[in-house]
């Protein structure tokens, strides 16, 4: 089953980052449905989050990824902060806002 929308998990490893929350209205605003998981401090609370949100995508901010974070998920993408809007872009197939799931500023 195919969503109409992409789903991203954000997490933020080992250390809390402000930039998560406005990571996550930006991708919002693009249309993205966003799960932020807030904080995590392993690798099997990541992957164990990720299983139950089926996300299309997992954004790490914080610190850099956990080794075998992209094994242990499988072909989920994992982006940072700096990778987030190529990763993005690529799994939309370039397409922004929709009819169905506009900006929030267009709300």
Not at 59 to 70: D, N, R, T
């Amino acid at each position: 089953m195919r969503r109409e929308r992409l789903r991203v998990l954000l997490v933020e490893f080992e250390k809390p980052d402000p930039a998560a929350v406005a990571l996550g209205r930006v991708l919002r605003d693009d249309g993205v449905e966003v799960v932020h998981a807030g904080r995590l401090d392993t690798l099997e609370q990541l992957r164990s989050t990720a299983e139950q949100e089926d996300p299309d995508a997992v954004g790490v901010l914080g610190a850099a990824p956990p080794e075998g974070l992209e094994a242990a998920l499988g072909d989920v993408p994992v982006f940072t902060a700096a990778t987030a809007p190529e990763v993005v872009k690529r799994l939309a197939g370039g397409r922004s806002h929709t009819g169905e799931a506009p900006s929030d500023r267009a709300r």
